[in-house]
């Protein structure tokens, strides 16, 4: 029982590093003079592919091989190329010089496409004299400069990577249409018809479409994302800022989903210039890819398309870059914290108005034994200052204004009858 147990473990761990060892792209990470190359691999994809396939010969070219094709062709072009130094075959050294009869034609992945005429998607290996090796096209007549330098890396039977001189590149497939993609007919279909119809109308279409050729992502919201209760009114900007709007919503690149999560940092878009940054933020949560623009954050719903070199995701909200943004929906919320406490502070007031007064009412009942001590003096000259410095009290001279003339009258009553009495 313990050595099945063993032998299963073994097993596993053997199967663990056979599946670690066929990974095309940590395989060429080690060797910095293919970086060019394995990050083509990458953005045209071709590297899932070859990680999917056994047996596999990749035809590793170093960096600078395909600068003048980088430079002049679309991904689209350069993808082709590529496919055309995947081999689906096993080719080590030993085997690439016992080749029968000297010479056979490979199948590529440039085969499997569909779009290789005749013998286009074929590689020719001839063994040519002095121990050299030489690669072409499969087409009839084509030359074999491409030769054989050295082996890389051999997972025997299943993966093996050489390294080849010169690109493979017969004229037909540099010649090659890019397939045609309706993008409005894709966003349509994909429930983005509002914003596939600003496309069209403000012209920016035409730009995305130009822009196909080297590698696009698109980052369509849908339709409800236009009718969302905090989604701007696109009619207040300018048509110039629209149109920023709709171009911060690509990147110029082929960016598929595997890409984006392993993105840190900002990345530009097709609205970036030297005016504006418009750049764009990209946050992972396990399997949820987010886009961050300093404004807002909406979550990447779906892929609609994921063909080299177009990339087109739905996203659940519009894209607001912080430009044009930025500043407008700060204030908003500024409002409401000082309209609501405006009318809590007026309450306050009253509520305290009444205090100072009940406050103040118990001194001027507590001021009447004043004038019972000043009128028992007598002196009428007292009398009236001690009226007059109670009736500039608060509320007092109300309460005591009777008592006082009352004692006024009085005393010249007795002074009048003091006189008659007298005379």
Request: glycine share 8%; hydrophobic share 40%; with cysteine.
């Amino acid at each position: 029982m313990a050595a099945s147990l063993t032998l299963s473990l073994l097993a596993i761990a053997l199967l663990a590093a056979v599946a670690s060892a066929t990974n095309i792209t940590e395989i060429l990470a080690g060797f910095p003079e293919y970086s060019e190359f394995n990050d083509l691999l990458t953005q045209t994809k071709l590297a899932d592919e070859i990680n999917s396939r056994e047996p596999v010969t990749v035809c590793a070219l170093p960096n600078g091989a395909l600068s003048s094709f980088t430079g002049k062709y679309p991904l689209s072009v350069i993808k082709n190329i590529l496919a055309l130094h995947v081999l689906l075959d096993y080719f080590d050294a030993p085997k690439l010089h016992k080749i029968s009869e000297g010479s056979v034609l490979s199948t590529t992945l440039y085969q499997t496409t569909g779009n290789a005429a005749g013998n286009l998607g074929f590689v020719n290996i001839t063994d040519l004299r002095g121990g050299k090796v030489g690669f072409g096209s499969g087409v009839p007549g084509s030359p074999l400069d491409s030769t054989f330098t050295k082996s890389v890396k051999q997972v025997p039977y299943n993966l093996s990577v050489i390294e080849v001189s010169k690109a493979i590149a017969p004229s037909a497939v540099l010649t090659a249409p890019a397939p045609a993609v309706n993008i409005t007919g894709l966003l349509e279909k994909a429930g983005c018809k509002t914003f596939a119809s600003l496309l069209a109308s403000t012209g920016v279409l035409k730009v995305y479409q130009s822009a196909v050729d080297k590698g696009l992502t698109i980052f369509a919201p849908n339709d409800e994302a236009f009718k969302a209760e905090d989604a701007p009114d696109l009619s207040k900007l300018s048509n110039a800022e629209v149109v920023s709007v709709l171009q911060y919503h690509a990147l110029a690149s082929y960016t598929p989903i595997g890409t984006l999560k392993q993105t840190k940092g900002k990345i530009t878009t097709l609205a970036t210039n030297g005016a504006g940054k418009y750049d764009i933020g990209v946050t992972t949560a396990g399997d949820s890819v987010s886009l961050d623009t300093g404004v807002d954050s909406s979550r990447i719903a779906s892929t609609v398309l994921d063909s080299t070199p177009l990339c087109i995701f739905t996203v659940d909200s519009l894209l607001l870059p912080v430009e044009l943004f930025g500043k407008a929906p700060a204030p908003a919320p500024g409002p409401a914290p000082e309209t609501s406490p405006s009318p809590s502070p007026s309450p306050a007031p009253a509520a305290e108005g009444p205090a100072p007064e009940s406050a103040a009412s118990p001194a001027p009942i507590l001021s009447p034994p004043a004038p019972p001590t000043s009128s028992p003096a007598g002196s009428p000259s007292e009398g009236p200052t001690a009226d007059s410095q109670n009736s500039t009290s608060d509320n007092a001279g109300g309460i005591l204004e009777a008592p006082a003339v009352m004692k006024m009258v009085l005393t010249v009553s007795v002074s009048v009858v003091a006189c008659i009495f007298l005379s």
